[in-house]
T-cell receptor
Framework: AQSVTQLDSQVPVFEEAPVELRCNYS??????LFWYVQYPNQGLQLLLK??????LVKGINGFEAEFNKSQTSFHLRKPSVHISDTAEYFC???????????FGAGTTVTVRA | DGGITQSPKYLFRKEGQNVTLSCEQN?????MYWYRQDPGQGLRLIYY???????QKGDIAEGYSVSREKKESFPLTVTSAQKNPTAFYLC????????????FGPGTRLTVL
């Protein structure tokens, strides 16, 4: 069975500064990896996903993530954040063809002016 | 306009009552899921269904029941056996050409009075 650890529960950051959200996973097989964003009292929106191929994945809203198999990590980055990026971010993993997502506990990003 | 509809958005229940949360989708996705979200715990899988008339327990199925009589609908009943039902409930579907795109509904916040 797979599991996900998000290493930071809260990340405060100033507007226009870069941000990195850390995610490590454990699995005995190959995996699919995802990052989702959740705004208050809303559902989750898919930011980006890694299925195979290039380890650098670009997503919506200027986010990108890099899959590192040797370190079993899938960290999310954005070079310059906006106030509107204030939200909770979830890393998730699934096994190919399993279709069940396992989620990390989430990282709350607060962007300050 | 394709998507997932969850109703109601807010739901209040007295102890000892069963309540049913609605989830409807017009994405033509085969797989549907129910997750429970509690602060600081990420999302936990309650039940999932990959085809009509079939469903499986997730990690925290006790005190919950589901049905899948139609492809478009996957209602979740929170029974009186669920000891701590106050939470945010999210319905999701899985589909798309790669079979790994996760779409989430807006959620239902259930509060037990």
């Amino acid at each position: 069975a797979q599991s996900v650890t998000q290493l930071d529960s809260q990340v405060p950051v100033f507007e226009e500064a870069p941000v990195e959200l850390r995610c490590n996973y454990s699995s005995s097989v190959s995996v699919y990896l995802f990052w989702y964003v959740q705004y208050p009292n809303q559902g989750l929106q898919l930011l980006l996903k890694y299925l195979s191929g290039s380890t650098l994945v670009k997503g919506i809203n200027g986010f990108e993530a890099e899959f590192n198999k040797s370190q079993t990590s899938f960290h999310l980055r954005k070079p310059s954040v906006h106030i509107s990026d204030t939200a909770e971010y979830f890393c998730a993993v699934s096994e190919p063809h399993d279709y069940k997502l396992s989620f990390g506990a989430g990282t709350t990003v607060t962007v300050r002016a | 306009d394709g998507g997932i509809t969850q109703s109601p958005k807010y739901l209040f229940r007295k102890e000892g009552q069963n309540v049913t949360l609605s989830c409807e989708q017009n994405l033509n996705h085969d797989a549907m899921y129910w997750y429970r979200q509690d602060p600081g715990q990420g999302l936990r899988l309650i039940y999932y269904s990959q085809i009509v008339n079939d469903f499986q327990k997730g990690d925290i199925a006790e005190g919950y029941s589901v049905s899948r009589e139609k492809k478009e609908s996957f209602p979740l009943t929170v029974t009186s056996a669920q000891k701590n039902p106050t939470a945010f409930y999210l319905c999701a579907t899985m589909g798309g050409t790669s079979g790994t795109l996760g779409f989430f509904g807006p959620g239902t916040r259930l509060t037990v009075l």
